[in-house]
């Protein structure tokens, strides 16, 4: 978010995907000052996004009118979903000069038409991780504000179950395997 310059307090920064880099984006747009909207497909994510992580607003991105009302609303966009998905209608909820920032990596290409971009003078770009003296920027800043990963501990016998469950989608919000109790001895 930083390197993208989608850090300044009282703008607005929606969050496509409320998965495990979703639910740090928010956590990250909280600590940021910005007004937080996550942008889900699944209605039944709101109440978590708003009362858990205090996302300021939810859009149902299946939802035409709901997607419709919020049309440049947000000043960035983090794009967090690895499903393929459609990636115009999110361009839509840019203000002018907005940034769409791509973190999933879906399987098939990302495209929009031209004039999503051009006529919105929106940015699209894409980060995977930064060098080491970012991470530890972004590790300082998790300390200062007290972010870390919401995780669900598991013992190592247990990944066949966890994979299935993360086939289905359904973690919160990752999966963090017990390594020493799952290999600490009986006796």
């Given amino acids: ?12 920064l929606g969050v496509v995907g409320l998965g495990g880099l979703g639910h740090m984006a928010v956590k990250f747009g909280k600590a940021f ?10 209605p039944s994510k709101e109440k978590e996004a708003r009362e858990v992580l205090g996302a300021d607003h939810f859009v149902i991105s299946k939802d035409e009118k709901q ?15 690895s499903a393929n998905h459609p990636v115009e209608p999110l361009l839509n909820l840019l203000k002018v000069n907005g940034k769409l920032v791509i973190v999933g990596l ?12 051009v006529m919105g003078r929106r940015f699209v770009g894409g980060s995977l991780i930064g060098g080491v003296k970012e991470t530890q920027e972004m590790l300082d ?6 972010i870390c990963c919401m995780i669900e501990k598991i013992p190592m ?17 990752r999966f963090v395997i017990d390594a020493a109790q799952s290999f600490k001895s009986d006796e």
């Fill in 1 to 12: 978010m930083k390197y993208f310059q989608m850090t300044e307090p009282g703008k607005s």
């Fill in 67 to 81: 997607m419709q009302g919020a049309a440049k609303s947000v000043d960035y966009i983090i794009d967090t979903v």
């Fill in 106 to 117: 879906p399987e098939k290409p990302v495209q929009f038409a031209a004039p999503a971009v």
């Fill in 141 to 146: 800043f998790c300390g200062e504000h007290n």
């Fill in 157 to 173: 016998e247990y990944v066949n179950t966890a994979m299935e469950r993360l086939v289905k989608g359904d973690v919160k919000y």
């Fill in 33 to 42: 000052g910005l007004q937080v909207t996550v942008i889900s497909t699944s």
